[in-house]
C-alpha cells in the first residue's frame, strides 16, 4: 500500500517570500502521479499542481512549483512570492488508479 | 465553469440513523469517489465507482456504507446506522478518467452524529 508522509505539521511565510512544504512517499509502482492540493477554510479542495512520475521536468504552475526526486520518493512544494491568500492546509496526494492517499497535511500561515 | 455540487452542506442525524449523502458529479464524468475528512486530520478515501460498480474501496467502507448512482446525474452515499465516529466531512469527487485525471472535489458535506 501507498503511504504519504508530510512532516511539517505547520509552516509559516513572509508575504513575498518563499516557502517549501514537504512530502515523501513510499510505493512499489514504477509510474504514478503526485499532487498537491489547498484546502482553504472553506474546506473545499483545490488541485494546485501534479506530477507525473515518468516525467523528469519538475512541473510548473505560476508561483507553484515541485522538486520531483523520483530516487528519494520526495516531493516539495515550492510556494514563490507568498500571498495572504496561499494561507490553507496543503496535502500532498498519491494518485493510485481509483483514489488519492494523501498526507495528513501542513497548515500555512502568510504573515502580512 | 462545471463543478461537482453536494446536499446537504451540513446534516445532523441522531446515532443509528441511516443519513443518504448526495452528490452531482460534473456531468461528462464517469468515475466517482468519496472521501471523509474527520476533523483535523487527514482526508480519507472511501470508495471509487466506474460503470455503475465499486472500482475499489477502502477498509473504512464496511458494511455499512453503500454508494449508488440512481440516475444519470446522482451519486450517493448511504450511512445504514450511524456512529458517533462517523462524524466528518464527507467529500464527493469525480474525474473524466483515472490517474493523470483531475479529480474535482464538491464542496463537502458536514455530517454530525448525535
Known amino acids: 500500500a501507498q503511504t504519504v508522509t508530510q512532516s511539517q505539521p505547520e509552516m509559516s511565510v513572509q508575504e513575498a517570500e518563499t516557502v517549501t512544504l514537504s512530502c515523501t512517499y513510499d510505493?512499489?509502482?514504477?509510474?504514478?502521479?503526485l499532487f498537491w492540493y489547498k484546502q482553504p477554510p472553506s474546506r473545499q479542495m483545490i488541485l494546485v499542481i501534479r506530477?507525473?512520475?515518468?516525467?523528469?521536468q519538475n512541473a510548473t504552475e505560476n508561483r507553484f512549483s515541485v522538486n520531483f526526486q523520483k530516487a528519494a520518493k520526495s516531493f516539495s512544494l515550492k510556494i514563490s512570492d507568498s500571498q495572504l491568500g496561499d494561507a490553507a492546509m496543503y496535502f500532498c496526494?498519491?494518485?493510485?488508479?481509483?483514489?488519492?492517499?494523501f498526507g495528513k497535511g501542513t497548515l500555512l500561515t502568510v504573515n502580512p | 465553469e462545471p463543478e461537482v455540487t453536494q446536499t446537504p452542506s451540513h446534516q445532523v442525524t441522531q446515532m443509528g440513523q441511516e443519513v443518504i449523502l448526495r452528490c452531482v458529479p460534473i456531468s461528462n464524468h464517469l468515475y466517482f469517489y468519496w472521501y471523509r475528512q474527520i476533523l483535523g486530520q487527514k482526508v480519507e478515501f472511501l470508495v471509487s465507482?466506474?460503470?455503475?460498480?465499486?472500482?475499489?474501496k477502502s477498509e473504512i467502507f464496511d458494511d455499512q456504507f453503500s454508494v449508488e448512482r440512481p440516475d444519470g446525474s446522482n451519486f450517493t452515499l448511504k450511512i445504514r446506522s450511524t456512529k458517533l465516529e462517523d462524524s466528518a466531512m464527507y467529500f464527493c469527487?469525480?474525474?473524466?478518467?483515472?490517474?493523470?485525471?483531475?479529480?474535482?472535489f464538491g464542496p463537502g458535506t458536514r455530517l454530525t452524529v448525535t
Open positions: 506530477q507525473e512520475a515518468y516525467k523528469q
Open positions: 469527487a469525480s474525474s473524466t478518467g483515472t490517474f493523470l485525471y483531475e479529480q474535482y
Open positions: 510505493t512499489s509502482e514504477s509510474d504514478y502521479y
Open positions: 465507482f466506474y460503470n455503475n460498480e465499486i472500482s475499489e
Open positions: 496526494a498519491y494518485r493510485s488508479p481509483y483514489k488519492l492517499t
